[in-house]
């Protein structure tokens, strides 16, 4: 006799597929999934680095320092623009900031995405902001929005848990954010939309932050900042990443809400952290 699931068993069965990182049905021919991520990587980087140029070519890059400094009025009358305004507005005034300070202030004061408007606070950093390594998960959760910081919650223990085996805390040598700062309502996954409009907040972030390894907890961060789909194929590999002319180290592990929905996946986190350990030479 076939179980017939309810509703809410086929949310968190697809949740937990999606958490796992499938995204594809099987099919009657092998796939090198590893050359078809690689091919992936290719291609964002190829992107950004026509963006960078692109940017660099824009009218109006040559302005004075003074009106640099100035964020982009994303809006007359307070209310969030047109998707394409806000995601330029967002690019305009990620761009203007010089430092993390004024990063969290124009951040604080941007308009252009509606998850603010729900949201208790502005999420924007927690951690050491000389610390080597910066850790990038997706966005607040409840006591993330009540708190102020990222990586409160049980989640946030474990990744505590974790950061301590390996001789990191966020106190004096680990550095954490979030790609999105405001807490989707009822802890949703954000929309495409509202990913593309904070996207450039926290590429700026990154840039202004320096680290020599990022690490994209859980699948949104890997796709987002690393351009890979399905965190299980993904993690566990370095990867370059351009941040401003530099070259760095990433690495995508899984979030600590899989592992304690999942604790059987801690086999293959501990390897990524060993990685993380590794190229840090803790």
């Known amino acids: 006799m076939v179980q017939q699931l309810t509703p809410d068993a086929i949310e968190a069965l697809l949740v937990f597929y999606r958490d796992a990182g499938v995204d594809m049905a099987l099919s009657e021919e092998a796939v090198d999934r590893f050359a078809e991520g690689e091919a992936e990587l290719a291609a964002r980087q190829a992107a950004m680095s026509a963006q960078r140029s692109a940017s660099r070519d824009e009218p109006g890059n040559g302005r004075s320092p003074a009106a640099a400094a ?12 047109a998707p394409d305004a806000a995601v330029y507005a967002a690019r305009e005034a990620a761009r203007s900031a010089a430092d993390l300070d004024e990063l969290k202030r124009i951040l604080e004061s941007f308009d ?10 502005t999420v924007f950093e927690d951690g050491a902001r000389d610390a080597r390594v910066m850790f990038v998960g997706e966005a607040p959760g409840r006591d993330e929005d009540l708190a102020g910081k990222p990586f409160v919650g049980r989640s946030g223990q474990l990744l505590d848990r974790m950061l301590a085996a390996i001789g990191l805390d966020r106190k004096t040598n680990a550095y954490i954010a979030n790609i999105i700062p405001w807490r989707p309502p009822g802890n949703r996954t954000p929309t495409p939309q509202e990913i593309a409009i904070c996207e450039p907040f926290i590429r700026r972030q990154i840039e202004l932050k320096a680290p020599d390894l990022l690490v994209c907890v859980g699948g949104p961060s890997t796709e987002t900042l690393m351009g890979l789909k399905g965190i299980m194929k993904s993690r566990g590999r370095l990867q370059p990443f351009a941040v401003g002319d530099r070259q760095i180290q990433v690495i995508a592990t899984l979030h600590p809400a899989y592992l304690l929905r999942s604790p059987i996946a801690k086999r293959q986190a501990w390897r990524d952290l060993l990685t993380i350990k590794a190229v840090l030479g803790l």
Do not use: N
Not at 70 to 81: D, E, I, L, N
Not at 112 to 121: D, E, F, Q, V
């Open 70 to 81: 100035r964020p982009v009025p994303v809006s007359a009358v307070g209310s969030p623009p």
């Open 112 to 121: 252009g995405c509606a998850l603010k408007a729900t949201a208790s606070r």
